[in-house]
Each structure stands twice: as C-alpha cells, then as structure tokens.
C-alpha cells in the first residue's frame, strides 16, 4: 500500500464536519465563513449580516445573490463590487448607491443600464435624465422590458465600450486580475492584501505563498493549500486552521507538526494521525515518508475529494470535471 492510500483509509476512518463556520450567529446553513450574522447559505464569506445565497462576500449587510462584493449594503445580483448601496444587477462597481443594471461605473447615483461611468447622476442608457422624471423613466422601462431584455440591453451596450484589461487598485508590481492592496504578486485572482505571492485565488492576507485557493488571513509559507486561516509552513493542507509546519492534513487545528493528520485539534508531532515519540524522530519519519512518495511519484499530489465534483462549488467555475478528477 502506498502512503497517498494509507492517508486516503485514515481520513475514512475519521469523523468529519459537515458545516465550517466560526463565530457566527444564527446561521446555521452557511459554510466556510466566519462572523456571520442571520445570514443563509453563504460561503466562503465574513462579518455579513441578513444575507443570501452569496459566495465570498465580505463586510455586507441586507445582500443577495451576491459574488467577490465587499463592503455593500441593500445589493442584489451584484458582481465584483465595493461599497455599492441599494445597487441591484450590476458588476465591477465601485461606491454606486440606487442604481441599477450598471457596469463598470464608479461613484454613481440615480443610474440605469449605464457602462462606464464615474461620478455621474440620473442617467439612463448613458444619457441624462432630468432629474425630477427619472424614476418615472425607469420605471416605464420595467414596464416596458424584462429582466433578461434589460440584460441583453447592457450587454450590447458593454460591445461599444473600450474596458480595462485587468482590475486592480493600490498595487505594486502584480499581475493577475481583481487585485487590490497587493504587492510582487504573479498571476493572482481575486485577492486582497497579498505580498509575495504566485498562482492564489480568492485570497486575502498572505504572505510568500503559492497555488492557494481560499486561504485567509496572516498565512505564511504555504503551498497548495485551500480554505485556511492562519497558517505557518503548511503544504497540500485542505480546512485547516491557527497551526503551523503541517503536511497532508485536513481539519487540523490549532496543532504543529503533523503529517498525513485528519479531524485532529491541538495536535502536535503526529504521523497519520498517531503521536511519534519525539520532535527528531517525527522529522525523521517524515523524511523517510516524503523520500518514498517522491520515488512513488506521489509526493506533490492531491487526495482525491470526499465528495462527488457535482456537488461542489466547483461546478460555478468548470460545469464539466476533468476525467478521472475523482480517481486515485
């Protein structure tokens, strides 16, 4: 038996959470999020408050059907926007307040089926309105147009309309798109507060880190790890937090040292979830462990998931899986 499958029969033996949250209140359906509030299947989100159906979404109140939107109050269907207020069925707007079917648009009031605009009242279509008729104008177009014909209307609008290459904001030196507050960082998406980073996707805060996908807040020396929080020198780790120098865990918490670990907290120098008698014989295991799995051509290599690809949130990004994705 080879030591990627040793860790596949350990992980099957080990209780598993059915829902990760931490510090939220009454919120009993949302996952992978922190600081919630009367908040319904959401995940991968922070301090929210009365929303739905959302996917990372941050600082939000009264919000649903929202994506990557920070800071926004009263918002529905919103995209890759920040600070918008009362703002519904729009995308990469930034301090928009009562507006609608919006793209692109910075600092904006009162606007409808706009594309890229800054600063701009009561315009509708990219025109101005008098100020006194423009809800009743808008409110003739609802009348007039469906949902989906209005769509279609800010989609054609969108075609004759030069757009940024990439969104960034406050950057040093990166690469990538959706970064904000980052710096020396190579292709990373959807990130925030990053130095030194390659390859990170739906990031906040780490430091000197690679290929990382859903990982949070002063994590450091990490490499393919997904949905963490504050970790040190942790490789091929999936929902672990507060540890450090771990190796092929999941669900490890608060512990240090351990490798091929499962469902353990304030663990500490543990090998396929066994305590070893001291720290120089764990490194010495390790070694031995990790040397293997290199001739093997293992080491490097993900465990196969839990759960079948269908049933994940990776159907929003890839709606067809890779063959044998789910295979050993």
Not at 147 to 152: A, G, I, R, S, T
Not at 172 to 186: F, L, R
Not at 190 to 199: L, P, Q
Not at 263 to 271: Q, T
Request: a negative charge; one cysteine or more.
């Amino acid at each position: 038996m080879s030591y990627l499958q040793k860790m596949i029969e350990v992980r099957a033996k080990e209780p598993r959470l059915g829902i990760v949250n931490i510090r939220n209140e009454n919120s009993p359906y949302v996952s992978y999020s922190g600081n919630m509030k009367n908040c319904h299947l959401c995940s991968g989100s922070e301090y929210d408050e009365d929303c739905f159906y959302s996917f990372f979404l941050y600082n939000s109140k009264d919000t649903t059907d929202c994506a990557y939107t920070f800071d926004c109050t009263l918002c529905y269907d919103c995209l890759d926007c920040h600070g918008c207020y009362n703002t519904n069925y729009s995308q990469d707007c930034r301090n928009c307040t009562d507006c609608e079917y919006l793209f692109d648009c910075t600092g904006c009031n009162n606007c409808f089926c706009c594309v890229d605009q800054k600063r701009q009242q009561n315009m509708i279509f990219n025109k101005k309105v008098d100020p006194d008729t423009y809800e009743e104008e808008v409110e003739k177009l609802k009348d007039q147009y469906t949902h989906e014909e209005l769509v279609q209307k800010l989609e054609d609008a969108k075609l004759s309309t030069p757009k940024r290459d990439v969104h960034q904001m406050e950057n040093h030196e990166c690469t990538g798109d959706y970064v904000y507050n980052s710096k020396c960082c190579v292709e990373c998406y959807d990130v925030r507060k990053m130095e030194d980073c390659m390859y990170c996707q739906t990031c906040e805060e780490l430091k000197d880190s690679m290929d990382m996908s859903n990982s949070y807040y002063k994590s450091e020396l990490c490499y393919e790890v997904m949905s963490e929080m504050e970790l040190y020198n942790c490789n091929f780790c999936v929902t672990c937090f507060y540890s450090n120098d771990l190796e092929y865990c999941d669900n490890v918490h608060n512990s240090h040292h351990c490798f091929g670990c499962f469902s353990m907290n304030h663990a500490e120098y543990c090998i396929f979830n066994e305590k070893v008698g001291s720290e120089e014989e764990w490194e010495k295991q390790v070694a031995e462990i990790k040397e293997q799995m290199k001739k093997d051509g293992e080491y490097g290599r993900h465990l196969p998931s839990t759960y079948k690809y269908e049933d994940s949130n990776a159907t929003l990004f890839w709606p067809e899986p890779t063959p044998g994705l789910n295979e050993y």
